[in-house]
């Protein structure tokens, strides 16, 4: 990113959100497809209590960042414009779409259940943008859920001689091209359904089924064989809920520590720690992994942005003296914890950590010139400790004498008076 772009980031970050918007349009104004300055524009722009612009440029940045592919970018715009304007619903889709894009699953049938029971939400458009995502869906569970319309025959299906095309699977099968001949199989069943041959079809699913049983798609077939002469509009939403409802415990979010963790990451750098943190949490909730060491590392620093050095410090003693983790995964939470150690002139403290990290993984980053570096700084501290000592030993020695001389004086004057009163 460029120096200017920084520059915003910095001006968020002290929040004078005056500058960092004066700065990110500038940006905007001579590159509209920064998405980065957009985002950055926007949040500045809320800040400063300007809603309608600022979802303006939330918008452009959740359309660049989707089409550059940059999904957690994207996630983190949308997230800003629910925000602002929770109830518009063409922000909760937006959602929805990144969270299928990402393969949070999980996630997105939860939100959409949540939407679904929404009363404003009319059955039409509701219906419309189900489908528009239907085609977005790996999972042919959920796809043939999502769909309310029906898939029109394509050139090539309808052309599909399918006893012929059930040879060829049989055959793919026979020379051992398993994968193959299942994608024909099921070509071949959905060319019965369109010959009106249903009991083909029926047959050819139990045999798929019992070479296949554990196949992702055979449900799907069961079902659009079951559904076959029906008119998939007419089952209702509620009906199609409770089928969402039960694949929930089969459904995960796929690499979800190391997506909420780039969050977390991005959510930092624009200033929204509030935002951040809540990522970070989810990230604690998951099973243990590197991402997860990582947002101990990033909630310290967090903290640390807010100069709350005591937080910073609690955060990674904690996870440190758990049990989570042990041996080589803690160097890293011990560097930071030392770095904090050192921002604090704890030296001693600082030492103590890196030579324990040290003796996990002598070869982290630079432990070596730290240790070095904060030995050196405690010798020279051990050194003029004493020099302040003797420094203050002699002041007091030439303060005494001083003192003796004042008395010395005084004692001598009154002599001096008592020896004339006498003789007077």
Avoid: W
Wanted: proline content about 3%.
């Amino acid at each position: 990113m460029s120096a200017k772009y920084e520059d915003g980031l910095r001006e968020l970050k002290r929040r004078d959100f005056k500058k960092s918007k004066e700065i990110f349009l500038q940006i905007v104004e001579q590159k509209p497809e920064n998405a980065e300055s957009h985002l950055g524009s926007g949040i500045s722009l809320f800040e400063i209590g300007d809603i309608t612009e600022a979802e303006k440029h939330f918008k452009a940045a959740f359309s660049l960042f989707e089409a550059q592919l940059k999904l957690a970018e994207a996630y983190v715009s949308v997230i800003e414009l629910l925000k602002m304007k929770p109830g518009v619903l063409n922000y909760t889709f937006n959602l929805m779409r990144i969270y299928i894009k990402l393969n949070f699953m999980k996630s997105f049938v939860e939100l959409l259940l949540k939407t679904v029971d929404n009363p404003e939400t009319s059955r039409g458009e509701l219906e419309d943008r189900l489908t528009s995502l239907a085609s977005l869906v790996k999972d042919e569970n959920i796809k043939s859920i999502l769909s309310f319309r029906k898939t029109p025959k394509g050139k090539e299906e309808e052309k599909l001689n399918p006893f012929e095309n059930l040879e060829l699977a049989n055959l793919l099968f026979e020379i051992g091209s398993a994968d193959e001949a299942k994608t024909e199989y099921y070509k071949t069943a959905s060319a019965f359904l369109n010959k009106d041959l249903k009991d083909k079809a029926q047959e050819l699913f139990v045999k798929i089924k019992e070479i296949y049983p554990d196949d992702n798609e055979i449900e799907a077939l069961k079902r659009d064989i079951e559904d076959y002469g029906k008119e998939r509009e007419s089952m209702d939403i509620k009906k199609r809920c409770e089928r969402l409802e039960d694949t929930l415990p089969s459904l995960e979010n796929e690499n979800e520590a190391r997506v909420r963790y780039s969050t977390a990451v991005i959510f930092k750098e624009y200033s929204r720690f509030k935002e951040a943190i809540k990522e970070i949490n989810r990230v604690f909730s998951l099973p243990r992994t590197p991402e997860k060491i990582k947002a101990y590392v990033l909630l310290s620093q967090i903290y640390l942005d807010a100069n709350d050095n005591a937080k910073a410090v609690a955060t990674l003693k904690n996870v440190i003296e758990g049990d989570e983790f042990s041996g080589g995964e803690l160097v890293s939470l011990d560097y930071k914890l030392g770095t904090i150690y050192e921002r604090m002139k704890k030296f001693n403290e600082a030492l103590y950590i890196y030579e324990k990290a040290i003796e996990n993984d002598p070869d982290y980053l630079d432990l070596v010139e730290k240790i070095r570096k904060v030995k050196g700084i405690i010798e020279k501290q051990e050194v003029e400790i004493p020099d302040k000592k003797a420094e203050g030993i002699d002041e007091e020695i030439r303060i005494e004498e001083q003192i003796e001389k004042v008395v010395k004086v005084a004692v001598e004057e009154e002599l001096e008076l008592r020896d004339r009163i006498l003789y007077i």
